[in-house]
């Protein structure tokens, strides 16, 4: 899960806005704008003053108020509960006596140096029991007086689904393949982008205009306007039909 700041600076970079400009339109410190994006909550002032603080950063960048206060609380709550985590642990390495800290480090001095010896004894095992042995090249089919059988083509066999990029603009975007994220970041004009997925892929745009796409060797349809914000775009084997170009009358690849 991504932390409010990174969500924010996100956003903010989407829209073309800069630090400058929101601490100008705001009169908020540029200091504490930083702190908020690279989430260093602790550096930001009272309570009241960062939920001030993030109402009017939210809304400078038309983003809705309550919910980016939302995902504070949970920004905040999720750093707290790591510090006591971590606290925790240190008060558990602080409870044990000295003379049982220096037990555990030599047993595990100890169990390291055995495992050394282990391998040691495998490696030296194996020399001693490999044998050279002469291996001699396999008949020929003239020598066996047998006629090779004939050439096959290999067949490609075609799986899954397979999505093809192309960037025109700078794009922001987000791809998960079977569950698993593959692609998160902005793109530029001119890259070029090929994932696999087994069953289905989820896409997030923050320039829908800004790519073309390929299924399968097959031109996808336009996800959106150039600037458009898109996200949930779900694409399964089972409905790959509906974002296919249907004037694309090839089924050859076609890169733009």
Request: one cysteine or more; charged letters at 30%.
């Amino acid at each position: 899960m991504a932390y409010i700041g990174q969500e924010l600076k996100r956003e903010r970079e989407l829209r073309g806005i800069s630090l400058k400009e929101i601490s100008d339109a705001t009169k908020i410190n540029l200091r504490f704008l930083r702190a908020l994006e690279e989430d260093q909550l602790d550096v930001l002032p009272e309570k009241f003053f960062t939920k001030s603080i993030i109402r009017a950063y939210a809304k400078y960048v038309g983003l809705e108020e309550d919910t980016v206060l939302n995902n504070y609380y949970e920004t905040a709550l999720l750093q707290k509960q790591t510090l006591e985590d971590e606290e925790e642990k240190k008060g558990v390495f602080r409870a044990i006596p000295r003379k049982k800290k220096n037990l555990l480090i030599f047993a595990l001095i100890s169990i390291t140096f055995l495992a050394i010896l282990i391998c040691l004894y495998f490696i030296f095992q194996k020399k001693e029991n490999s044998i050279p042995v002469e291996t001699l090249p396999p008949p020929t089919f003239s020598q066996r007086n047998i006629s090779p059988p004939p050439a096959t083509e290999p067949e490609e066999e075609e799986y899954g689904l397979n999505l093809e990029i192309s960037f025109q603009q700078k794009t922001w975007l987000q791809v998960y393949a079977d569950g698993e994220i593959k692609l998160n970041g902005i793109k530029q004009p001119g890259e070029l982008v090929q994932i696999r997925a087994l069953e289905e892929f989820l896409i997030h745009l923050g320039n829908a205009g800004g790519i073309t796409y390929t299924l399968n060797n097959k031109r996808g349809r336009k996800l959106g306007v150039s600037g458009a914000v898109v996200k949930n775009v779900r694409i399964t084997i089972d409905n790959i039909q509906q974002f296919l170009d249907l004037n694309d009358g090839s089924d050859s690849m076609k890169k733009i």
